[in-house]
Nanobody, 116 residues
């Protein structure tokens, strides 16, 4: 079992920055991939960025160059640094962890609102 708790969401003006953090607990050594997804009202949940246990990263095209994902294995945290935020980045952001046998765990989400 893995538990995930997100923090750092909020309201920011377009062009601003926010840093999201996800704290993992439980069987953290079993995490293979951890990352961020988001869901805007009326839309399906979508991939934003992931990082593997080896440090390989992957980003949604529209956030490349603006968002940076990082992982601190010693602290069992993963962060998402978001710069040059746009109104279309407004969504609930969820932390996700994938462990062995493709089991997936989700956090409760944190709201990010970007005003124009």
């Amino acid at each position: 079992q893995v538990q995930l708790v997100e923090s750092g969401g909020g309201l920011v003006q377009a062009g601003g920055s926010l840093r999201l953090s996800c704290a993992a607990s439980g069987s953290t050594s079993s995490i293979l991939v951890i990352g961020w997804y988001r869901q805007a009202p009326g839309n399906a949940r979508e991939f934003v960025a992931t990082i593997t246990s080896g440090g390989s990263t992957n980003y949604k095209d529209s956030v490349k160059g603006r968002f940076t994902i990082s992982r601190d294995n010693a602290k069992n945290t993963v962060a998402l640094e978001m710069n040059s935020l746009r109104p279309e980045d407004t969504a609930v952001y969820y932390c996700n962890a994938i462990v062995q046998f493709a089991r997936s765990y989700w956090g409760q989400g944190t709201q990010v609102t970007v005003s124009s």
